[in-house]
């Protein structure tokens, strides 16, 4: 089991920054892919970022490609999520995830379906 709880959400200006935090627990042993997603009202959960284990692989949805970046720290089991220059279409649940059957990221990576675990979410507001 793995249980992963969000921080770091809030209400920003839009151009603004926010970190959101995802602390990892239940599993010591890590080794599994995680990533974030978001959901803004009356619409679907859509991908956000992911990273692998190792932190050598990291993956974007185009939105957020060059505003965004997704890292970890493995020795304390948090997985971040660094946003930059917010946009109002930005504001939505953040969510955390991680797929335990995996350190790397395959064909799955951008999907719901390809992790088993999630957090509660931490929302962002962006203001215009």
């Known amino acids: 089991q793995v249980q992963l709880v969000e921080s770091g959400g809030g209400l920003v200006q839009a151009g603004g920054s926010l970190r959101l935090s995802c602390a990892a627990s239940g599993r010591s042993s890590g080794g599994y892919a995680m990533g974030w997603f978001r959901q803004a009202p009356g619409k679907e959960r859509e991908f956000v970022a992911a990273?692998?284990?190792?932190?050598?692989?990291?993956l974007y949805a185009d939105s957020v490609k060059g505003r965004f970046t997704i890292s970890r720290n493995n020795v304390r089991n948090m997985l971040y999520l660094q946003m930059n220059s917010l946009k109002p279409d930005d504001t939505a649940v953040y969510y955390c995830?991680?797929?335990?059957?995996?350190?790397?990221?395959?064909?799955?990576?951008?999907?719901?379906?390809?992790?088993?675990?999630w957090g509660q979410g931490t929302q962002v507001t962006v203001s215009s």
């Open positions: 990273i692998s284990w190792v932190g050598g692989t990291a």
């Open positions: 995830a991680a797929n335990s059957a995996s350190s790397g990221l395959g064909g799955w990576f951008n999907s719901r379906s390809g992790y088993n675990y």
